[in-house]
């Protein structure tokens, strides 16, 4: 099926061409028609599987069909989003698909003066992509005239009941006309999910492209098991010596990512932290460095992470693990996106193997083990309780309280369990950025 076969008008079908799309993915040739059609959706995609373009594009042809009627500009369709940085990303795609139509889009996120957003506002706009909790600060202002809404996109619904923004997301569709459609995107369909859609979509199609929580399959996994006061060390080892070049890195702390960074650093290996302490001018220029090359290393709390875009990412590290199992299917997915591979490698140490006894479950399979010789883990030490991870809204760590992870147990499974001195292999498709040849290492060019 080709995107010609879809009836998008030819303004978006050549925005889509020139960003070298040359067909729908499965999201896309599912959802498209049923949006066009003015069905309510219950969709459920991993990351990076073109969910964005999955409603963006209907939603843009829907306002080339059915142009607005009465004066002024009032929005049209409204995209809320659980973080800026997936806000900005929307943001950035409705740009580049709507960039042979008129159509006037904006996004706004807090962390940020709220004067130009507001002065935007006032210009008019079709498109709105908001993270919940400004979009309701311009609306007490009277900033923004919700009352005309005839698409409501809730995207990364799951993240948004996490962070804690239901009784944001009620009282702005209490602010919404009605009768409207709704589109409802989420990794994972968990109780709060169900109850939401429920309430929120009218007779709604659904949509699935994937099982429900799983990790895409593009993405090798592997774990390795390694003292905590080690895994720095470890990581900088592989990353030098293997000559990773792009690796975006998960730590549970906004402080553990700081420090991360700064021994990478320290190591000789360009990084940067990305947490919700950081300025929004800080977190922009972070990725834009990351992006381009300019520093190799980019360190990530959760929610800091979600909605980075990164075309073809080759490496994710979970440093941490994630408290909530679901969330480690949310970070390797940024790595083997579209159609790329990617290489999701876990460093855990024994504080650690609940968390990675309940990823397994909801895997429904043991990630492979790999074991660097010299970091086996010491098997004297014994597990400790894992740090809890404050509390944030709107680009902290992730809300709902750190788990205790095998206090009291004694250190197991240590070792090569399971994968022996397995390394992963390099992954596919990705070029490199500068002149790195292969030197026939499956890992990349050691020694180098
Ligand atoms: P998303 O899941 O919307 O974040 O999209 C993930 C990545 O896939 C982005 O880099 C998109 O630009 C890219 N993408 C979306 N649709 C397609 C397509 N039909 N063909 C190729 N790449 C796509």
Not at 232 to 237: S, T
Request: charged fraction near 25%.
């Amino acid at each position: 099926m080709s995107f010609s076969s879809l009836p998008l008008c030819p303004e978006i079908q050549k925005a889509v061409a020139e960003m070298g799309y040359e067909q729908p993915t499965p999201i896309q040739m599912q959802a498209i028609p049923q949006v066009l059609a003015g069905h309510d959706l219950l969709a459920s995609a991993q990351t990076g599987t073109g969910k964005t373009a999955g409603f963006t594009l209907p939603i843009l042809q829907y306002l080339q069909d059915n142009p607005r009627k009465g004066g002024g500009r009032p929005v049209r369709a409204l995209i809320l989003s659980p973080t800026r940085e997936l806000a900005a990303q929307i943001g950035e795609n409705v740009r580049e698909y709507s960039r042979h139509l008129r159509t006037r889009s904006l996004v706004v996120f807090g962390g940020v003066s709220i004067n130009p957003q507001m002065m935007k506002l006032r210009g008019g706009v079709d498109i709105l992509i908001a993270t919940p909790g400004r979009l309701l600060d311009l609306e007490h202002q009277n900033a923004v005239d919700l009352s005309k809404v005839e698409i409501l996109v809730l995207d990364e619904a799951d993240r948004m009941l996490d962070m804690g923004f239901i009784h944001d997301i009620r009282r702005v569709i209490k602010k919404l006309p009605v009768k409207r459609q709704n589109l409802l995107f989420s990794a994972t369909f968990s109780n709060g999910i169900k109850s939401l859609a429920n309430t929120i979509l009218n007779n709604p199609v659904t949509v699935e492209v994937s099982p429900r929580n799983s990790a895409s399959q593009q993405v090798t996994q592997f774990v390795h098991l390694v003292d905590k006061k080690r895994k720095a060390e470890l990581l900088a080892h592989l990353i030098g010596r293997d000559n990773w070049e792009q690796v975006l890195i998960f730590t549970r702390t906004k402080h553990g990512a700081n420090r991360l960074a700064e021994f990478l650093n320290d190591s000789g290996i360009k990084a940067a932290a990305i947490h919700g302490n950081k300025s929004q001018g800080a977190r922009t220029r972070a990725l834009a460095d990351f992006k381009s090359g300019a520093i190799r290393a980019l360190v990530a709390t959760d929610i800091a992470a979600r909605g980075l875009d990164i075309e073809q990412l080759p490496y994710v590290v979970n440093y941490e693990l994630p408290n909530v199992a679901e969330d480690y299917v949310h970070r390797i997915g940024r790595t083997g996106r579209a159609e790329a591979t990617g290489l999701a490698l876990s460093l855990v140490c024994v504080d650690e193997h609940d968390l990675l006894r309940d990823i397994e479950k909801l895997l429904k399979k043991q990630i492979e083990r790999m074991a660097e010789p010299g970091y086996d883990p010491d098997p004297s030490i014994k597990a400790e309780p894992i740090q809890k991870a404050k509390q944030g809204r709107g680009g902290n760590s992730r809300s709902g309280g750190g788990r205790q992870g095998g206090q009291g147990r004694s250190a197991e499974g240590r070792g090569n369990s399971g994968g022996g001195d397995k390394r992963p292999p390099r992954p596919r498709q990705h070029k490199p950025r500068s002149g790195n040849s292969d030197s026939g290492s499956p890992w990349g060019n050691r020694g180098k």
